[in-house]
């Protein structure tokens, strides 16, 4: 049984950093990806980021290229989401997802995803 559970929200300042946790447990295999979403008050969630475990490569959103990065601990089954430079339109509930594929790329879109965390909110307010 896949179960995700995120930790690492907060409140910061606009400039500031968070890491974000997504803890998978033992059982996601190298055809799994997880990706990162994100769904502020009002707004229809949205992919952030994704990485597939098979070779390791990634996706990010436009609004978050060299600002977010993907990373995964295969010691410890945790998928993290660095966030540096952070502003006020980050403000959201940030979800992490998992998905068992053969795809070639890593999803983006929600209803791609079969399991979700229960979210961690995301505060950037000075």
């Known amino acids: 049984q896949v179960q995700l559970v995120e930790s690492g929200g907060g409140l910061v300042q606009p400039g500031g950093s968070l890491r974000l946790s997504c803890a998978t447990g033992?059982?996601?295999?190298?055809?799994?990806?997880i990706g990162w979403f994100r769904q502020a008050p009002g707004k229809e969630r949205e992919g952030v980021s994704c990485?597939?475990?098979?070779?390791?490569?990634?996706y990010y959103e436009d609004s978050v290229k060299g600002r977010f990065t993907i990373s995964r601990d295969n010691a410890k089954n945790t998928v993290y989401l660095q966030m540096n430079s952070l502003k006020p339109e980050d403000t959201a509930v940030y979800y992490c997802?998992?998905?068992?594929?053969?795809?070639?790329?890593?999803?983006?879109?929600?209803?791609?995803?079969?399991?979700w965390g229960q979210g961690t909110q995301v505060t950037v307010s000075s």
């Open positions: 990485i597939k475990f098979s070779d390791g490569s990634t």
């Open positions: 997802a998992a998905v068992r594929t053969l795809g070639s790329t890593c999803p983006i879109m929600a209803y791609e995803y079969a399991t």
């Open positions: 033992p059982f996601l295999d190298v055809n799994y990806e």
